[in-house]
């Protein structure tokens, strides 16, 4: 059996990197290893940040009651809140790949820019005109010079629920997640305690 000493290391180990690992979500996003619009990049960046701490704090909160709670039900707690959040997360990506809309500006200098949008859940009368005009596509109708900027202008006034729901789908996915992790974590750290005091 591993001395007092190195089971509290062990201990202190495994509820750090549960607590960094909340935080990589929002770290990803910000540094666009998960592709987000740019227009809303820094906002879900920033939400997925505070929500990963918001867990860890709340794990930290109601240590006592995890570290008492059976090992099986923290096991089957832990994999079904992971199996939803991942179901949320497939919503995401999926719901992103068909209404998150990338094109590149390019501009009369010489330079270009990548620019993601968020497609309407229902598009107005006057953006559905536009678009019947190139078979619906979103792509075709913003790499139109003539219809760009008022395209990608009615895109950004009338995307707010599908942002606030593909906002949705993420928070619930990394709550989920990584609450499972860092709540199964600190179990798994009270086991190492059990011999060696409270943490």
Known sequence: MA??????????????????AALVPGVAMLTNVVPLPTEADQLLGGLCLVFGAAVVIAVVALRTRIAKLPPGLVAGLVLASCCVGAVFAIQYFSFGGTHVIAYVDRRLDGTSNEVRLIAP?????????????????????LHSPLHRSQVARLMSNENKSAAALLA???????ALMIGALV?????????????????
């Open 3 to 20: 001395s007092a000493g190195g089971a509290k290391a062990l201990s202190r180990a495994i509820k750090g990197v549960a607590a960094i």
């Open 121 to 141: 859940l229902k598009p107005s009368p006057e953006l559905s005109a536009i678009l019947a005009e190139f078979g619906g596509h979103y792509e075709e109708a």
């Open 168 to 174: 949705t789908y993420l928070i619930l996915a990394e």
């Open 183 to 199: 709540a199964g974590a600190w179990r798994v750290a009270a086991f190492f305690e059990d011999d060696s005091g409270p943490a």
